[in-house]
């Protein structure tokens, strides 16, 4: 599985960034997708997620700010990241996990089986 994010940048405290991921050489609607972020000095953490079935699942941090979507049809996952703050700040990459994991496990890093490169995202305040 190959995983390429892309849609970080710079954007003010309040605005709003769409980062994408593309998945190839797989079945894509086989796999369970999510973000995950790392800010420097910190440990990789968990941001959102999306099951093959479509359910969602967030952090505590980001519930009703962010919104993960897929499209399988174009092999892609999104997280809509609005009213952004500068504690958002980090590098965010994507992640993909076999469809046969339970929920439990998809919360952290350590559920995840493959990886793209990460794109960063900056918050000016």
């Known amino acids: 599985v190959q995983l390429q994010a892309s849609g970080g940048g710079l954007v003010q405290a309040g605005g709003s960034l769409r980062l994408s991921c593309k998945a190839s050489?797989?079945?894509?609607?086989?796999?369970?997708m999510a973000w995950l972020r790392q800010a420097p000095g910190k440990e990789r953490e968990f941001v959102g997620g999306i099951r093959y079935s479509s359910n969602t699942y967030y952090s505590d941090s980001v519930k009703g700010r962010f919104t993960i979507s897929r499209d399988n049809a174009k092999n892609t996952v999104y997280l809509q990241m609005n009213s952004l703050k500068p504690e958002d700040t980090a590098v965010y990459y994507c992640?993909?996990?076999?469809?046969?994991?339970?929920?439990?496990?998809?919360?952290?890093?350590?559920?995840?089986?493959?990886w793209g490169q990460g794109t960063q995202v900056t918050v000016s305040s």
């Open positions: 050489g797989t079945t894509f609607s086989n796999y369970n």
């Open positions: 992640a993909a996990a076999s469809k046969r994991k339970i929920l439990s496990t998809l919360l952290s890093p350590e559920g995840y089986e493959h």
